[in-house]
């Protein structure tokens, strides 16, 4: 199992990464490279593979207007799952209160550390993050690694595709479709190196912040996990509700991703093969080229949990009792600076400080008292935050008829090939022009997932 299963590899590395972090501090930290250059590697190939699935669903489903439907469907889920995160959050930071009776002087708390975390730098308004979405070149927006950016410049490809027909055009979606084997595959090829990541990343986390925060801040952390866990429940039952798919096996069909996901920290190391296996699951392409991109941006659903209920932990530890009202306006204004947090340094901080200002209750300093526990939420915020977007890629799929839940079901139930779990221990074999061979595994090119195969309508 060692050999063969990239769980089993993840899942050892993790737990040396705890012990070494443990015993040797110094060591951990100085490993931490290993995973931030993993999670580099993997963002090289992200813009290019957004690109290419989107332009590639757009034009194979032959309808422009349905990619529309699908971005609007996925927007008002977005909002709305937000939104219940946020009242979930602020529901139980009231019940439990994590920050009751901590008596903390705002006074004694360094802002200049908090500066430090963002850079100094600010959430972008609501007009700014719009203009911002939009590309300047196209050049940049693959540089930068914008995704929003990299969807609209795929959403005006394929139309213009969709537009010349396949008669004026012949060879460029071709291209595309081999374009993105090739990348799949060096996915495939990087994620040999994801038991080294976690190992870095979690040496790094245990021997830079030890485990004392974990006593310190144990009630905080208690409620924030179990909060998450609690919006998971719902997840699962509107899932269960809206495709009569269960979450707990998306979960153990997803366990290496999860798993890798949680050990670094880092959603986006994952989102490649996660969009490989919604579309082995039975997903559309055009579905998941839009939904799961766009959700990094506009679903955080684990940060909204954590921003809501660390509003109400510093607000309570320098004793400040705020009213509904008061919890009314911070759930108004987190709505709007979590849309804007993905890409900026220290955006939780920065949400946090700007509900802070907007209240005028709620000394700025006190964002200070986070400081010490926010990487240990990073597991919670990625988990949920992932989870929340591939439950919305099933939800708009069915809503718009881009699921095909029979394929579904037998993935799910392990009846049916799924993507592929090879790629990080074997080399990956050729496919045909076409298929998912997210990492050139013949079980994902024996089952390709066009827009041809049966939806559910």
Known sequence: MLR??????????LLIGVLVGRLWPEFGSAVQPLGDGFVRLIKAMIAPLVFCVVVAGITKAGDLKAFGRIGLKAL??????TTIALVVGLLAGNVFGPGTGMNVDPASLDQSAVDEKTGGGQLPSTSQFVLE????????????????????????????????????????????????????????????LAPLAVFG?????????????????????????????????????ALKAVTGLSLWKFVRYT?????????????????????????????????????????????????????????LFIAQAVGVDLSIGQQITVVLILMLTSKGMAGVPGSAFLALSATASALGVIPAAAVALLLGVDRIMDSMRVVTNLLGNCVAVFAVSRWEGALDRVTA????????????????TTPPAPAASGTPAASGDPAAAAKPVTADAPVDK
């Open 4 to 13: 063969t299963s990239l769980f089993t590899q993840v899942l050892v590395a």
């Open 255 to 311: 366990r290496e991703e999860l798993l890798l996901a949680l050990g670094t920290g880092s959603s986006e190391t994952v989102m490649p093969r996660m969009m490989q296996k919604l579309r082995a699951a039975g997903c559309r392409d055009d579905a998941v080229g839009l939904v799961l991109p766009t959700g990094y941006s506009f679903n955080l659903d684990g940060a909204s949990i954590y921003l809501s209920i660390g509003t």
């Open 201 to 237: 990343a979690t040496a790094h986390l245990v021997g830079e912040y030890g485990l004392g925060a974990m006593t310190t801040y144990a009630k905080l952390i208690a409620v924030c996990y179990g909060v998450a866990l609690a919006f998971l429940v719902l997840l699962a039952l």
């Open 133 to 192: 979405s939009l590309p300047d070149s196209a050049v940049g927006a693959f540089a930068e690694n914008s995704l929003l950016q990299v969807l609209v410049l795929s959403c005006l490809v394929g139309a213009a595709l969709l537009h010349l027909g396949q008669a004026k055009v012949p060879q460029i979606l071709p291209f595309i479709e081999q374009a993105q084997e090739v990348v799949f595959t060096i996915v495939g090829y990087i994620m040999r």
């Open 409 to 424: 079901k037998k993935v799910l139930d392990g009846e049916a090939p799924a993507a592929p779990e090879a790629a990080t």
């Open 76 to 81: 008002i889920w977005f909002e709305v799952a």
